[in-house]
């Protein structure tokens, strides 16, 4: 038995210093409820309310115009090509490339020298591109005509010198 009768694990009462918290009113929290009731609908009616500015359309982009050739190349540049269409030639005569790994080298050779003499970087432009670019209709022609039929067709039935001769032609009349 405890001296004070007390039961065991009973709380004891709290000491007569301390105090409950305070109660706030039910008033405060309507009003807090109020202010954000009040606070929102203002908000939406501002949005509502203010003239809203129509987007602005996109500026035009410039239409490019097709680059002009820079300058005209030199003859070194020019028989430089020239020699470079020649060794295909052989080399497919030769049998070490086949007729449309020949195509496909003297487009290489024809777009870089296209590139070497405008500054136009055609190795990596589709054709539609380089006509866009207002590059010379007879380099079209010759891409078109020859040099792509003979790199991508199924069975590839154009002779290579032909080939090279036209791109020797446009590489020579280039200006």
């Keep these: 038995m405890l001296a004070d009768n007390r039961l065991p694990l009973m709380p004891t009462p709290p000491p007569e210093e301390f105090y409950p918290p305070a109660q706030y009113a039910g008033l405060w929290l309507w009003l807090f409820l109020g202010l954000v009731v009040l606070l929102l609908a203002g908000w939406f009616t501002y949005l509502w309310l203010t003239p809203r500015k129509a987007p ?21 540049l020019r028989d430089a090509y020239i020699e470079v269409f020649n060794r295909i030639e052989q080399d497919a005569a030769d049998g070490r490339l086949s007729t449309r790994q020949a195509h496909i080298e003297l487009s290489r050779a024809l777009r870089q020298f296209v590139s070497d003499a405008s500054g136009i970087e055609t190795p990596v432009l589709t054709l539609r591109q380089m006509e866009q670019h207002g590059l010379s209709p007879q380099l079209i022609k010759a891409m078109r005509g020859r040099l792509y039929p003979g790199a991508f067709a199924a069975n590839p039935n154009l002779e290579v010198p032909g080939s090279a001769e036209v791109a020797r032609r446009v590489v020579s009349t280039w200006n």
Excluded: K
């Excluded at 500026?59 to 115009?65: D, G, L, R």
């Excluded at 097709?66 to 005209?72: A, M, T």
């Design 56 to 76: 602005e359309p996109e500026p035009e982009q410039p239409v490019e115009q097709p680059q002009q050739q820079l300058f005209v190349p030199t003859p070194t």
